[in-house]
């Protein structure tokens, strides 16, 4: 430093030891001054590293967890998506073989209910001329019994016969209109099972539906395991921090040391 005062003459004896002269102290002082704040500034440094890193580390812990739990969550859904996809197209297809199943019977019983019908018809016809065929023998078999050329026995026979043959007219007719009813339940059954059959194939929609639950399902899956992967790369910036510090902390020693001198 600069001389600020001589505290001897020239000639003067001096003693081991002892001050000669005073040195101005204004340039130590800034020097010291200057090395303190160096050290509070890097330790100062030092803490915002340190914080820094403890802020990077709860945020990747943070990230990373979530990352993993949402691979997790979407792992799970693509294999319980697919099963669900699958027992749907299975239902929906027992669902139209059954539909298209009735649909024949139905078309058998029909056909069924129609040669009923047209047998029964044909049997109502039968009985009918053989009603009127009995009709007409009672009135011949009435003018001769009358004219007494038959017996009565004879003439009551014919007369049990035409009843009979009426009896039998009543019956076919009454064969024929359960066979027609069974022809209208028979249409009927028809409708119903090819309405069946529509709403069955209508419900492949629902198939395509849960095939598309799949896609997005997969597609989740694929962008948590991306988050994931850029929630793993944030390690860099976690050892960037970590290296920071180590800077800070020479930072603290050099201005340390730096003071220790002034």
Same mark, same amino acid.
């Given at each position: 430093?600069?001389?600020?005062?001589?505290?001897?003459?020239?000639?003067?004896?001096? %003693?081991? *030891?002892?001050?000669?002269?005073?040195?101005?102290?204004?340039?130590?002082?800034?020097?010291?001054?200057?090395?303190?704040?160096?050290?509070?500034?890097?330790?100062?440094?030092?803490?915002?590293?340190?914080?820094?890193?403890?802020?990077?580390?709860?945020?990747?812990?943070? *990230?990373?967890?979530?990352?993993?739990?949402?691979?997790?969550?979407?792992?799970?859904?693509?294999?319980?998506?697919?099963?669900?996809?699958?027992?749907?197209?299975?239902?929906?297809?027992?669902?139209?073989?059954?539909? &298209?199943?009735?649909? $024949?019977?139905?078309?058998?019983?029909? !056909?069924?209910?129609?040669?009923?019908?047209?047998?029964? !018809?044909?049997?109502?016809?039968?009985?009918?001329?053989?009603?009127?065929?009995?009709?007409?023998?009672? $009135?011949?078999?009435? !003018?001769?019994?009358? !004219?007494?050329?038959?017996? /009565?026995?004879?003439?009551?026979?014919?007369? /049990?016969?035409?009843?009979?043959?009426? /009896?039998?007219? &009543?019956?076919?007719?009454?064969?024929?209109?359960?066979?027609? %009813?069974?022809?209208?339940? &028979?249409?009927?059954?028809?409708?119903?099972?090819?309405?069946?059959?529509?709403?069955?194939?209508?419900?492949?929609?629902?198939?395509?539906? %849960?095939?598309?639950?799949?896609?997005?399902?997969?597609?989740?899956?694929?962008?948590?395991?991306?988050?994931?992967?850029? /929630?793993?790369?944030?390690?860099?910036?976690?050892?960037?921090?970590?290296?920071?510090? *180590?800077?800070?902390?020479?930072?603290?020693?050099?201005? *340390?040391?730096?003071?220790?001198?002034?």
């Amino acid at each position: 430093g600069r001389i600020h005062a001589l505290l001897v003459n020239d000639g003067d004896r001096v %003693k081991a *030891g002892q001050a000669v002269v005073r040195l101005e102290t204004t340039d130590a002082q800034l020097v010291l001054d200057q090395a303190r704040a160096n050290l509070d500034a890097a330790r100062a440094g030092l803490s915002l590293a340190q914080a820094s890193y403890a802020l990077q580390r709860d945020v990747n812990a943070s *990230g990373l967890g979530q990352a993993r739990a949402q691979v997790t969550v979407s792992a799970a859904r693509v294999p319980q998506s697919v099963a669900l996809a699958g027992i749907q197209a299975q239902t929906v297809s027992s669902q139209i073989d059954a539909a &298209g199943a009735n649909v $024949k019977a139905a078309s058998a019983a029909l !056909e069924t209910a129609r040669a009923t019908l047209a047998a029964a !018809e044909a049997d109502a016809r039968s009985a009918q001329a053989g009603a009127q065929l009995s009709q007409s023998t009672l $009135k011949r078999y009435l !003018e001769l019994f009358r !004219e007494g050329d038959i017996s /009565a026995q004879q003439y009551d026979q014919a007369h /049990a016969a035409a009843l009979s043959a009426q /009896a039998q007219v &009543g019956a076919a007719l009454s064969r024929r209109d359960a066979a027609a %009813k069974q022809l209208l339940a &028979g249409e009927a059954n028809l409708r119903s099972a090819h309405a069946d059959l529509d709403l069955a194939i209508a419900n492949q929609q629902t198939v395509a539906v %849960k095939q598309l639950d799949v896609a997005a399902s997969t597609a989740q899956l694929a962008q948590s395991q991306a988050a994931l992967g850029g /929630a793993q790369a944030q390690t860099h910036a976690l050892e960037q921090r970590r290296a920071d510090i *180590g800077v800070a902390s020479a930072d603290v020693e050099q201005a *340390g040391a730096a003071l220790r001198i002034a």
